[in-house]
C-alpha cells in the first residue's frame, strides 16, 4: 500500500520560503506522477503542480513564478518550494499520486497524504 | 484559464438521490474525477474517467458527463455520504482543475 507522509515547518514568515516533503513509502517514486495540491481554511481544493519521473515539472500558471518541485530519489522523497509567501498561501497543503492507466491516461489523484497546515504569520 | 462550476451545496434526504453538478467550456470533451472529502480528512476518489468506480468505492456513486456539465449521482444517499465534493478536470492551458466544491447536507 503507498503512503505519504508530508512534512516542514507548520509555520512561515512573509516573504519567505515555505519547504516542504513528501516522504513516500510502499511505491518507487520512480516513473510516477506526484503532485501537491492545497487548500487555504474553509475553501476549495488547488493543484500546485507536479514532477514526473526525475525530473519533468508542469506547474500551476498561478503559481509558477514562485513554485519549485524537485525529486530525491535515492531517499524516495519529492519537495515542495514557495518562495515569496504572504498569508494567501496559508493553507494545508498535501502531496499526492496521480495514477494513469494503460491508454495513457489520468485516473485521478488516488493517494494522497493526511495534509499539513503551513501558517504564514509573522 | 480554464474553469468548472459547481453549486455551492446540495441537500437530500437519506434515502433519496443527489445529483451534483460541475461545469466548464467543453467538459464533456475531457475526463472528470470526483473526490469526497470529509471534515479533517484528506480527499478520497469516488469516480473517474467520468464514469469509473476505484476499488471500495460504494455502488451507490456513479458519475456522467455530457457537453458542459458532468454530474456525481449518489443513490440511496446515507448520513455517511455528507460531505465536500469536488470534480477535477484536465486542461491544456491549466493542466489540473478543481472545482470549488460542493457541501452534500443529509437532512
Known amino acids: 500500500q503507498v503512503r505519504l507522509q508530508e512534512s516542514g515547518p507548520g509555520l512561515v514568515k512573509p516573504s519567505e520560503t515555505l519547504s516542504l516533503t513528501c516522504s513516500v513509502s510502499?511505491?518507487?517514486?520512480?516513473?510516477?506522477?506526484w503532485s501537491w495540491i492545497r487548500q487555504a481554511p474553509g475553501k476549495g481544493l488547488e493543484w500546485i503542480g507536479y514532477i514526473y519521473d526525475s525530473g519533468t515539472t508542469n506547474y500551476n500558471p498561478s503559481l509558477k513564478s514562485r513554485v519549485t518541485i524537485s525529486v530525491e530519489t535515492s531517499k524516495n522523497q519529492f519537495s515542495l518550494k514557495l518562495t515569496s509567501v504572504t498569508a494567501a498561501d496559508t493553507a494545508v497543503y498535501y502531496c499526492?499520486?496521480?495514477?494513469?492507466?494503460?491508454?495513457?491516461?489520468?485516473?485521478?489523484?488516488?493517494?494522497w497524504g493526511q495534509g499539513t497546515l503551513v501558517t504564514v504569520s509573522s | 484559464s480554464y474553469e468548472v462550476t459547481q453549486p455551492p451545496s446540495v441537500s437530500v434526504s437519506p434515502g433519496q438521490t443527489a445529483s451534483i453538478t460541475c461545469s466548464g467550456d467543453k467538459l464533456g470533451d475531457k475526463y472528470v474525477c470526483w473526490y469526497q472529502q470529509k471534515p479533517g480528512q484528506s480527499p478520497v476518489l469516488v469516480i473517474y474517467?467520468?464514469?469509473k468506480r476505484p476499488s471500495g468505492i460504494s455502488e451507490r456513486f456513479s458519475g456522467s458527463s455530457s457537453g458542459n456539465t458532468a454530474t456525481l449521482t449518489i443513490s440511496g444517499t446515507q448520513a455517511m455520504d455528507e460531505a465536500d465534493y469536488y470534480c477535477q478536470a484536465w486542461d491544456s492551458s491549466t493542466d489540473v482543475v478543481f472545482g470549488g466544491g460542493t457541501k452534500l447536507t443529509v437532512l
Open positions: 510502499g511505491g518507487s517514486i520512480s516513473s510516477n506522477y
Open positions: 474517467q467520468d464514469t
Open positions: 499526492a499520486r496521480e495514477i494513469y492507466g494503460n491508454n495513457g491516461n489520468s485516473e485521478g489523484f488516488v493517494y
